[in-house]
Structures are given as structure tokens and as C-alpha cells.
């Protein structure tokens, strides 16, 4: 006999936020958003001021900047195919000219925010232990041209609570290499008059607290910067980061989401289609303005969580893992109702473990508003004017 369950199904996705190290510490519940993008007052902050600058990229980097979309941990919890993407990308403009000697150029001087990065396990503690933290933003200083050459590492927490750097002495070794040696690093907390030492004796770690950072592609821009490091980490840094990474860095956050949300939304009206698509492929949502607090059956039913897949033949399905082996699936069907809408119905349930199915009765119709879609991001409305945003897992969408 199957389970029986009526229910107004959202047609979007939850994705469930795996525990970090310092999330006990620095993460807030999320607050439960009742307005639409309608509704929601437009506030005119520092978003919409740096996404109307001029960010340049050339056609090769915008292929970088595409395939790190949606990528979480800064490459820790990215999937083999985004990875090769971006191993792709970042190959093709290794092989390009760029700024010839980086390490001698005013391009180089500056804070460079991380973007991505290889996790091999000969990484630094401080790598293994921040870098993966999509709540914390990390960046790194390069300043070569002063009395007192330094590279710095800074893990920035959030404006509130403060930053840890860990610095070095910098010398230049040729026209892409830096060599430098760790020797002093602090907490700076807002809520202290005083910095707070990093427990880490460097001159006791001899050459373990040595290397050098090649950059191997300096943008003549400006604004991106690939480097390979000693213990074979490839870094992808840049100075200026593009709209959709900012939205993006935003929701890492969960601070002010859905007025930057609709800024973005805005500041798009200008260059947004006549018509927006619901694009094929397999799609994680990492945001929506109201969590529903159901049990987990009727969240999976409202698309709440896990994954969604679209395919082209006009089949929508849900798909949700309960545990090893054991996932919730539900398939259905839409169609376009107008330039920016989908009539959606879900109608065909099942809890599957290995080749066995479990039938569960469940049934909505519903109407889902896209206001934004490209081929790495969707930000839509649907069930009770619940604002989501998806980021697309499996690759860039083939022409």
C-alpha cells in the first residue's frame, strides 16, 4: 500500500549544510524570510555600486570564472567534473601570455581574495583548517615593492568578530617566483583593544615554515591571478569578483541574502531576455527565504531538499538521499506558461533502497517564476512566494 500524502509541493531544493569546524562558533540560524522579491524592499547598499563597475575579463578567464560558479569550499566539496573544469580552464590560460614577468609588475601588489584551490594532503594546517569554510572569506596580500617584502595569509571570519593573518618575509626569486618564510601571525577580534598571538612557533619549524608561490598566469587587468605553490597547491585568486561570485559569497554568509538577491535581480533587468529557461541538468539549491520545519518527508515532497533534475523531454524529478543507499524520489512533469513561467506538476513518488521501491502518494500543481536563470545559476519564486537559488552540479550545459 502506498503512503498517502496531499500536499503544496515548493518546486526547489535544500541543501543540507554539512558541519564545519568552527559553525558551533560563527554561524547564526538562519531567519525564516516571509516576503518576495516583490515585496522586499530594495536597499541600495555596496553590492549594487560594485556590480555596476567594470569588471574585465577576457573570454578565456570569463571560462575560469564560469566553471568556479557554484563550486563550495572553494574546491573542497567540488564534484571530479567541476574539477575538471576548472583544471581545463586553468591549463588554457597558463598557456596564454600574460603579464610576463608577474613578480615585477604593480599588478601583483595588492589583497587578492581565494577563489579555488587544490587540497592535496601535503597542505598547510591553516589550509586544511580555514580554506574549506565557505562562512569564512580568505584572502591573501602580496606587497614586493617596500622596505619589508611580505606575502600574507588572511582568514577574515566576518566583519563582527575579526581576521587571523599569518604573515611572511618575502624575497623575489625571478620574474614568477616568490620565496618566503613564515614568522608572525595574530588574531585581530573586534571585540578586543589588542591583537591575540597565533600559537605557532615558526622559528622552531626550521624549513617547514619555508616555500614559494609561482604565478604562473597574471591577467593584464589585473584582476586574476593563477599560482602553484612547493607542495603542489594551485591557487586561483582574484582582485575584483563578478556578480554572480558576489551573490554567491553573500549567501556563504547568510547575512542580508535576500536584498542582495534582489539587487542582483536589478541590477540583470538591463540584460535580462525576453524569455528565461528552466536549462536541462542536475541542480542543488543552496538557499531558499523560508525553512520549513516539517518532517523530512514533507520537506522532500516540497522540494525542500537534495537535488533536482531537469531534463529537455520536460521531466522535473526530486531527489533526495535519506541514508547509504536509501534516497526519496519524486518525478514530474512542466510546462511553459508564459516567457517566465512553469505550470509544474509532481505526481510520482517513491523512497528507493537498492532495487526495492517504496510507492508514496503525493500530488501538488504549482507555478514556478524564474527571475534569473544562466547556465550556472537560477534564482526562482514559487510555493507560498519562496525565493530560491540553485546552483547547477554537473557541468557546463553542451551547445
Not at 503544496?8 to 560563527?26: E, G
Not at 540584460?271 to 541542480?283: F, N, P, Q, T, Y
Request: aromatic share 8%.
Amino acid at each position: 500500500m502506498a503512503l498517502k500524502f496531499h500536499a503544496a509541493i515548493s518546486l526547489s531544493l535544500q541543501l543540507s549544510p554539512s558541519p564545519t569546524l568552527f559553525a558551533p562558533l560563527f554561524c547564526k540560524p538562519q531567519k525564516l524570510l516571509k516576503s518576495s522579491v516583490k515585496k522586499t524592499h530594495i536597499c541600495q547598499s555596496s553590492l549594487v555600486n560594485e556590480q555596476q563597475q567594470q569588471i574585465s575579463f577576457n573570454e578565456q578567464e570569463n571560462q575560469l570564472i564560469n566553471a568556479l560558479i557554484g563550486i563550495q569550499g572553494r574546491g573542497k566539496s567540488a564534484s571530479p567534473q567541476q574539477l575538471n573544469e576548472v583544471g581545463q580552464a586553468v591549463k588554457v590560460l597558463e598557456g596564454l601570455e600574460g603579464v610576463s614577468e608577474p613578480t615585477g609588475s604593480n599588478l601583483i601588489e595588492g589583497r587578492w581574495q581565494l577563489m579555488f584551490t587544490t587540497r592535496p594532503g601535503t597542505a598547510s594546517p591553516i589550509q586544511r583548517t580555514f580554506v574549506g569554510v565557505d562562512f569564512f572569506s580568505v584572502f591573501q596580500e602580496v606587497y614586493l615593492r617596500t622596505n619589508d617584502p611580505r606575502v600574507s595569509n588572511i582568514v577574515k571570519f566576518s566583519d563582527a568578530i575579526g581576521e587571523l593573518k599569518v604573515e611572511a618575509a618575502a624575497t623575489i626569486e625571478n620574474g614568477k617566483r616568490i620565496l618566503f618564510q613564515f614568522d608572525r601571525a595574530a588574531f585581530s577580534f573586534k571585540f578586543l583593544p589588542f591583537k591575540v598571538p597565533y600559537p605557532v612557533p615558526f622559528k622552531l619549524l626550521g624549513d617547514e615554515a619555508k616555500g614559494w608561490l609561482d604565478t604562473t598566469y597574471l591577467s593584464p587587468s589585473g584582476n586574476l591571478r593563477i599560482s602553484r605553490g612547493n607542495k603542489g597547491t594551485t591557487f586561483v585568486l582574484q582582485k575584483k569578483t563578478e556578480p554572480r561570485q558576489r551573490l554567491l559569497s553573500v549567501i556563504s554568509t547568510g547575512t542580508g541574502v535576500l536584498e542582495a538577491i534582489n539587487e542582483f535581480i536589478k541590477l540583470n533587468q538591463s540584460v535580462a531576455k525576453d524569455e528565461l529557461e528552466l536549462i536541462d541538468g542536475e541542480w542543488q539549491m543552496i538557499w531558499s527565504s523560508q525553512m520549513e520545519t516539517d518532517s523530512w518527508i514533507e520537506n522532500a515532497g516540497r522540494g525542500l531538499m537534495g537535488k533536482q533534475i531537469v531534463a529537455k523531454n520536460g521531466e522535473l524529478k526530486f531527489v533526495v538521499d535519506i541514508l547509504l543507499g536509501v534516497r526519496f524520489s519524486m518525478t514530474g512533469t512542466f510546462v511553459k506558461s508564459s516567457p517566465s513561467t512553469y505550470d509544474v506538476k509532481m505526481d510520482d513518488a517513491a523512497i528507493i533502497g537498492g532495487m526495492f521501491g517504496l510507492p508514496v502518494e503525493m500530488e501538488t500543481k504549482i507555478n514556478l517564476e524564474l527571475l534569473y536563470s544562466d547556465e550556472k545559476i537560477r534564482i526562482s519564486r514559487g510555493y507560498r512566494n519562496i525565493v530560491f537559488v540553485h546552483v547547477r552540479t554537473d557541468g557546463t550545459r553542451q551547445k
